[in-house]
């Protein structure tokens, strides 16, 4: 939410964010509404079928090449992958970087 306020008005006009769960069973449309209310969270929380969510992930390169890990919910840390489409440039770095690094990192790629 910090990096969402670092961003400032470019969110939702030259940024977009997304969340995509990795437990669509438990991550319900409503249940992921009601954590964005609470948190103000003011971007876009995606759910699935497992199946599109599995597809997503590997498009994005979010996944751990070990299927057998892949497919442990536990096991999954919290990855943001950013980029910049229009010019290809797509990195990906630790959800839990200090806010202050994601909004560096983000704000350079789409300089670059």
Not at 50 to 78: N, S, W
Not at 101 to 110: E, F, G, K, N, P
Request: aromatic share 8%; proline share 5%.
């Amino acid at each position: 939410m910090q990096v969402a306020r670092e961003l400032g008005d470019a969110v939702g006009r030259d940024i977009f964010l997304y969340s995509i769960t990795v437990d669509p069973d438990y991550d319900t449309v409503a249940r992921l509404q009601e954590y964005r209310e609470q948190n103000g969270a003011g971007w876009t929380f995606l759910t699935g079928r497992l199946d599109e969510i599995t597809r997503i992930r590997h498009r994005l390169g979010a996944f751990d090449p070990d299927p057998v890990v892949d497919a442990d919910r536990t096991q999954h840390a919290g990855v943001l992958v950013y980029g910049c489409e229009p010019k290809g440039r797509w990195c990906a770095i630790p959800g839990l970087m200090k806010p202050a690094s994601i909004t560096r990192l983000v704000q350079r790629v789409m300089r670059l």
